[in-house]
Each structure stands twice: as structure tokens, then as C-alpha cells.
């Protein structure tokens, strides 16, 4: 029944029956949410989640799953497989399209992209209610670090200045077929309500952020001495000798106004 799966595409099926339900669980999908799933696969994820949503949209690159899948959802809910890579989705004009305010997306993602797909994502943040994702562990820690965190660093202030990080389990690799070489968890995303958002320029965000942790040990007059200078740095109200690791992400977002007005 089942195709060898494809390193290329990143292919570990789930196949841990007790993990399948922890994530359906977590998510509770109801019958009038609008469930995106990125990956489907074989389905592992896809047909729990279309028993209890009873519909689904689902994202898949690799065309030789998508008829298997096809037939074994048939008898599950209404299943729609877009045949895309997932990056060149536009999950803003899909909820548009289908006229609802925010989708539901889940998966078991492909770890090589991992962190393009958490960004596109964000991108789309205003257009998405939550996001239930399986990712490399290591990958969730780091989302999910506080400064001072030896792990804390560029994923952490870009996923927390745009979304509620909440790791909900660790999944072992024999959970999946075949077993990835690193551990797995799964991570709830909540984007932050409009009043919640910073009200900075993302790109100066953005610079910041990825000048300041591209040297992190140095301090950040060092590191970003190529876009502000200590001055500028003081008017954020941030000692210039301290380190990105050090900094809360509302600290970047005042450092990138001061850079903004510059
Ligand atoms: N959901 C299934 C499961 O849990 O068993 C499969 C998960 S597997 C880790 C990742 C899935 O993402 C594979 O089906 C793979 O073909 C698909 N995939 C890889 N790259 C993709 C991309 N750029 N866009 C959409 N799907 C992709």
C-alpha cells in the first residue's frame, strides 16, 4: 500500500497510533474551521483529522502520494489536495477565496524546510487562527527560548513577536517510518491579536534582528555597528554593551523604530 518514502522530500511517516490522536486532541478541529494541512503524506494525520472536521484542505508537493491518498480519504469527509509547494501558497487569498476569517493549519513538516515554512507562515499570521505543527525538537526549543537562553536567538524573536510558542509534547523517532536521526515535538502557534502585534517596519525588524544574532557574542554596538551607532542604540533605551542573547523581543522592536527614524 505504501510507497518507499522520499528523503528528498523529507518523507518520516507517523505512524504511532497514541501520537496521531495526542495531535488531532490538541487541535480539536470542528466541523465549521477551515483545517489546512501542509504534507499529508499517506494520510496519517490527513483522515483522523478529516473524521473529526469533516473537511480539509491539504498541501502536498509529492504527486505520486496524491492519488492513494485520494482513495483512502474517500470514505473519511471531503478532502481538496492542492499540489504545491507549500511556500508558494498563499494562505491569505485561500481564506479570502473560501470567505473565512482564519484557517486552522496543522502538519507534520517536512524538516529540511522547516523554518522557511514557520516564516511564510507569519507572514501570513492575520489570516490564520493556530497552527499545530510536529517539528525537530531541537527546532521547537529554540522557538520557544527566553533571553538569556544559549538557544534563544533569531527563531525565538521572530516566532514570539508574531505568535504564542506553546511546545505541547516530544515525539521519539520511532514514531515514524522511517525513524528521523533527531527527536521530535509538537508546538501550538497562536498568532497575537492586532493589539498585541509591534507596530515596527517588519523589515527593519528583521535587519536588526539578523545583525544582532549574527555575531551574538559580540556586544551589539559591535554587531550592529553597520545600521546604527551607540548613540542610536541608547535612544532604544538598550545599553550598547550588552549581547542580543541578553535583549526581550520588544527590545528589538525599539531598536528597530530608533534605526526606522535614522
Ligand atoms: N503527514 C504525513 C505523516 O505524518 O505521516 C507526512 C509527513 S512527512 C514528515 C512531510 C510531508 O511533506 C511529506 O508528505 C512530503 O512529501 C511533504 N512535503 C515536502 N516538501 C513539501 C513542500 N515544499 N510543500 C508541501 N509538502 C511538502
Redesign the pocket.
Known amino acids: 500500500m505504501s510507497a518507499r518514502p ?1 528523503k528528498s ?6 505512524h504511532d497510533r497514541r501520537y496521531i490522536d495526542r495531535i488531532v486532541t490538541a487541535m480539536a478541529p470542528r466541523t465549521d474551521d477551515f483545517v489546512v ?6 494520510g ?3 483522515l483522523p483529522l478529516l473524521a473529526v472536521a469533516g473537511k480539509l484542505t491539504a ?4 504527486t505520486d ?1 496524491i492519488p492513494g491518498l485520494q482513495s483512502r480519504a474517500a470514505a473519511a469527509g471531503e478532502l481538496h489536495v492542492i499540489e ?4 508558494k501558497v498563499n494562505f491569505t487569498a485561500m481564506a479570502h477565496d473560501h470567505g473565512v476569517p482564519r484557517l486552522r493549519i496543522a ?5 529540511y ?1 522547516s523554518s522557511p515554512i514557520l516564516f511564510h507562515c507569519v507572514d501570513h499570521a492575520a489570516a490564520i487562527q493556530d497552527m499545530h505543527f ?1 517539528l525537530q525538537k531541537e527546532v521547537v526549543d529554540r522557538m520557544a527560548a527566553e533571553p538569556g537562553s544559549k538557544i534563544y536567538g533569531r527563531l525565538s524573536v521572530m516566532l514570539q513577536l508574531a505568535c504564542r510558542v506553546e511546545p505541547l509534547f516530544y515525539v521519539p523517532a520511532e514514531a515514524f517510518r522511517p525513524p528521523p536521526k533527531v527527536e521530535s515535538a509538537v508546538v501550538r502557534l497562536v498568532p497575537l491579536a492586532p493589539h498585541e502585534l509591534h507596530d515596527a517596519e517588519p523589515q527593519h525588524v528583521y535587519a536588526i534582528v539578523k545583525a544582532a544574532f549574527g555575531q551574538r557574542r559580540k556586544t551589539l554596538s559591535n554587531a550592529l555597528k553597520q545600521l546604527m551607532d551607540s548613540d542610536a542604540i541608547r535612544r532604544a533605551d538598550i545599553d550598547p554593551k550588552a549581547r542580543a542573547e541578553t535583549l526581550a523581543p520588544m527590545d528589538f522592536v525599539r531598536l528597530a523604530k530608533v534605526y526606522g527614524a535614522l
Open positions: 522520499k522530500f523529507g518523507q518520516h511517516f507517523l494541512e501542509i504534507g499529508p503524506g499517506e496519517a494525520l490527513t498541501i502536498e508537493l509529492d502520494l504545491a509547494d507549500v511556500l502538519g507534520n513538516l517536512p524538516y524546510i510536529m
